[in-house]
């Protein structure tokens, strides 16, 4: 993507809010709980961005940090070293933005240097409130999402949500960076229980009412595997991916991240075709 193109969410992302839009999800480390490694190095990396697109995908999002259950935080030195090399040689290539999977400020603003265009934060700007700062001072939109450090399964997830991100969204306007540049995703996957979850994809419609475009990733994820009759490799959970992308969709979610792009850019379509148009 054009490196003077301004990174506003209206221009990275113009079809946004007119149709629903697949983020695709390239992991860059040796022990992502669904790639397992396989795109840690920068060969297969470019080759698995450039098929992302070519199957429909409106950005790429690129992680360096596994935050699958159980996993060892990296050092932002390592996580920088692998991202860095993949975002300078895709920033030019790729005909769509790359968003920046982090929540630490330093790899954030090393990666928006290097050419990613937005910054993915699953702690929504709480863990490292400076992120907030970096992404302003580089005009980059922001993506928020909710995360808890422990689960607790007595509370209502939704109104703990609600308070989250009234925090996220304080902390983002007191850094300058404008509600117009900002999405909210309701964290499905992390810090809740199995029926936390079911219950966030229930009432996302309360996310979608607080006026900003929202984004959800149930990809590959285990508790999709809970609902299925025998045990499930992440690879296996396609049709439930799909399912849980599609309903998102129906209930207001503008972009869903995802591992397989060209089924869910043709679920989607149909999605559209229903639902007409979005504002």
Known sequence: MPPDLPASLTTLLPDLGRRVLVMGILNVTPDSFSDGGRFADLDPARAQAQALVSEGAALVDIGGESTRPGHVPVSAEEEQARILPVIRDLAPRLAVPISVDTYKASTARVALAAGARIVNDIWGLQREPDIARVAADH????????????????????????????????????????????????????????????????????IVALGFPVLVGVSRKSLLGRLHDAETRPVDRLFGSVGSHVLAATLGAQIVRVHDVGPHVDALRVVDAVMGGRS
């Open 139 to 206: 005009g980059a939109p922001v993506m928020v999402m909710h995360n808890r450090e422990t689960i607790d399964p007595s509370i209502d997830i939704v109104a703990d949500m609600l308070r989250f991100f009234e925090r996220s969204l304080g902390i983002a306007r007191n850094a300058g960076i404008p509600d117009s540049e900002i999405v909210l995703d309701p964290g499905i996957g992390f810090g809740k229980s199995w029926e936390q979850h079911i219950e966030a994809l229930r009432r996302l419609p309360e």
